[in-house]
């Protein structure tokens, strides 16, 4: 058939029922247009295999864009552009056609679809579509139509508003609930079941797309549009929603009490997924639940699990695995991790995958193996990248992972910009706490080393108004604080700030080790050892017992590949100190040598001060010293060997303390010698900076550089 189809036509129109069928009469030189579907004309197939017969589609019989207003208003409606040709203004005559003639006299599935386009916030996705259903959009074109990412919705014209006004007023059918589902749009699915009244329906569905994970597939925007759709309802799936939703956007503290008050009810205190949003809380909170507990509770919930349900499976997963790399369990971390990226492929879930990769690349990280970290970070990426919806939080967290990297490698500008630039979008989001810890302790390290303490202060107060969201929080807060403060010889406020904290390895605790630090293996209690030795070596090298407690501790098999070098570095200082020079070449050469093998160089530049000290000991050049090389960025920024003014280490322990404003009591007490000692210290310390009282000796160590001003 050549040229216009309609023109020279001869029109027959039809009205058989469906089982009825009509024959195509044989050709003579006449076109015939026929209303019928395929289905109801004899040998259709062999007059489309001939080329005989063209389709008249919805889209044919809409007229071309003539540029005028009516055809923008009715988008080549035929009669509706007649109307707004003779009544520009009239919308309502419209909407009154097209909800008492137009919609009714679609077909079911036909009305589902137009039903779903005006309801989807994004639009339907093609690929998750029927064939069946795709040729329902492809029909309702011009009215619809796909985008070049093949979503199907309604184009922004004045009749889509009008079509969309006219749709809402209408129940939501079944077959629209499953479309927008399938498509994508499954929070619009949900909102528009609980529109029907059909409650029972909406939780189903909720429940399959997730649950208490549905904000992780879908998006926060979507959970929070299904939460509102809700309101105050008692459904645990819901309960256990509201309560990740909350958590995830910071209020761990509304969290529990959403979950406490929801599972004090029996009934549905052992709802599967609402002790999934405990176990998370728990998490969030570094509860000792978490590292005791928990192994039973993986196991029961994924014995109570559907195989089915990859979200909720995987979910459970990814919670042990924060466990394991927290507790130091690489393998089985590894293992479980395969497991979870497994459920989550399977449920189709990137932005969750996208979390098991950033813990894969913390889990190296941590142990200092760079070169096995930056694969996952890639991953990551990726899996971010297929995320559909936005995700800023995830955004930095993927860039202060990269800033780490840089960071591990001896160049800590990146985390330093980072701290100074990223830190207010990223404290006030979601905090997954190994993440937020990243950010805690190595952002202040970075600043400290770029910027001075005072920079690196200013960083942790930020941080202050935090510390209300967990007892995690606030010890990190606390430990780094004091670590700077010893950093930068401020010792004794360094002692009283460790003194005051409340944790299990306080001052009597380790007053009284001994091989028991070989048996720590909670990481919290571990770091607190970490840094009451570190104040030991500060304030007292030269004693025996530090160099037992630092062999113990370095036998401890639950360090990580980080602490194992600084406790080196520190056992190579309390070494020299006891005049043991052979071992502390040794140590130190050793921790150098394993830093620079792994392209790790953070540990020895945040010890920099002792290292330094070690490196301008003449003595220390010999043996396997011989052929270290230290990182060239040792000496660089502004952290490094202070000078001493020519004073004795005694001296100058005296002056600090003297600075801190300790009285000749505190100081004598902290020094652990008798009064006229302390006398004695400072009459030489006066003497060499050219003094004659206290207060002129602080002014004069801080500016020669003795001190932090």
């Not at 044919?60 to 003539?66: G, S």
């Not at 639009?123 to 990412?149: C, K, N, Y």
């Amino acid at each position: 058939m050549e040229g216009d189809p309609l023109s020279r036509a001869k029109l027959v129109l039809v009205d058989l029922p469906a089982e009825e069928f009509i024959s195509i009469p044989p050709s003579d030189a006449q076109h015939w247009i026929i209303a019928a579907t395929p289905a109801q004309i004899r040998d259709f197939s062999r007059w489309a295999l001939y080329g005989e017969v063209k389709e008249i589609g919805n889209a044919d019989l809409f007229l071309p864009d003539d540029g005028s207003e009516a055809w923008r208003r009715s988008s080549g409606w035929p009669a509706l552009y007649g109307h707004y040709s003779r009544s520009p203004d009239d919308d309502a005559t419209v909407q009154a056609f097209l909800k008492s003639t137009v919609l009714p006299g679609l077909a079911s599935d036909l009305r589902a679809l137009l039903q779903s386009v005006s309801s989807a916030h994004h639009g339907i996705m093609d690929v998750r579509l029927t064939d069946a259903q795709r040729a329902g959009f492809a029909w309702l074109q011009p009215l619809v139509e796909r985008s070049p990412h093949g979503f199907w919705h309604l184009p922004d014209t004045p009749l889509s508003q009008l079509l969309r006004q006219t749709m809402e007023d209408e129940a939501q059918l079944s077959e629209t609930a499953r479309i927008l589902y399938r498509g994508g749009e499954p929070d619009a699915a949900i909102r528009g079941l609980l529109a029907a009244g059909r409650r029972k329906s909406a939780v189903s569905l909720l429940q399959k797309g997730g649950g208490v994970m549905f904000g992780h597939r879908y998006g926060p925007q979507a959970a929070r549009a299904v939460l509102d759709a809700f309101g105050e309802d008692n459904d645990p799936s819901v309960l256990a929603l509201k309560a990740m939703t909350v958590m995830k956007a910071g209020q761990v503290g509304h969290a529990k009490r959403l979950l406490d008050a929801a599972m004090s009810d029996p009934a549905i205190a052992r709802n599967v997924e609402l002790r999934i949003a405990r176990l998370l809380l728990q998490v969030y909170n570094n509860s000792a639940a978490v590292r005791t507990g928990s192994q039973s509770e993986y196991g029961a919930l994924l014995a109570e699990i559907p195989p089915e349900n990859s979200i909720l499976r995987g979910s459970v997963y990814n919670i042990a695995l924060d466990h394991q790399i927290e507790m130091g369990m690489t393998g089985e971390a590894e293992a479980t991790a395969t497991r979870a990226l497994l459920h989550y492929r399977e449920a189709e879930a990137p932005y969750l995958a996208f979390y098991i990769h950033v813990h894969l690349s913390l889990m190296h990280l941590m142990q200092g193996a760079i070169a096995k970290a930056e694969p996952y970070l890639d991953r990551a990426a990726e899996e971010l990248a297929a995320t559909p919806f936005d995700t800023p939080q995830d955004d930095r967290f993927l860039e202060l992972l990269w800033a780490q990297v840089a960071y591990e490698r001896g160049e800590p500008k990146a985390m330093a910009d980072f701290a100074e630039t990223a830190f207010e979008g990223f404290v006030y989001g979601e905090l997954w706490p190994t993440i937020a810890e990243q950010a805690l302790a190595f952002g202040a390290e970075a600043l400290l080393q770029m910027r001075g303490v005072e920079s690196a202060m200013s960083y942790l107060e930020g941080w202050r108004v935090q510390m209300w969201r967990t007892r995690r929080f606030r010890l990190a807060v606390e430990r780094r604080e004091i670590m700077l403060l010893q950093t930068v010889r401020r010792w004794h406020e360094a002692r009283t700030k460790l003194e005051s904290m409340a944790t299990r390895i306080g001052r009597v605790w380790i007053d009284s080790a001994g091989e028991n630090l070989v048996d720590l293996r909670d990481a919290e209690d571990i770091m607190q050892a970490l840094i009451w030795l570190r104040q030991h070596l500060f304030e007292r090298p030269r004693d025996q017992i530090l160099a037992d407690r630092l062999s113990f501790l370095a036998a401890n098999p639950n360090l990580t590949w980080r602490q194992s070098q600084i406790v080196k570095i520190w056992q190579a200082v309390s070494a020299r100190r006891r005049g043991q020079v052979g071992d502390a070449r040794h140590l130190l050469a050793d921790a150098l040598e394993h830093c620079t093998a792994r392209q790790c160089l953070a540990p020895i530049l945040e010890e920099r001060p002792l290292v330094i000290g070690l490196l301008d000991d003449p003595r220390m050049a010999g043996g396997p010293m011989r052929h270290v090389k230290p990182p060239r960025q040792l000496r660089t920024g502004v952290v490094g060997q202070a000078p001493t003014g020519g004073l004795s280490r005694q001296e100058l322990r005296a002056l600090l303390l003297l600075v801190e404003g300790c009285s000749n009591k505190e100081i004598a007490h902290q020094m652990s010698v008798s009064l006229p000692t302390v006398k004695f210290h400072l009459k030489n310390l006066f003497r060499k900076l050219d003094v004659s009282d206290r207060r002129s000796a602080a002014m004069a160590a801080r500016h020669a550089g003795i001190v932090e001003t």
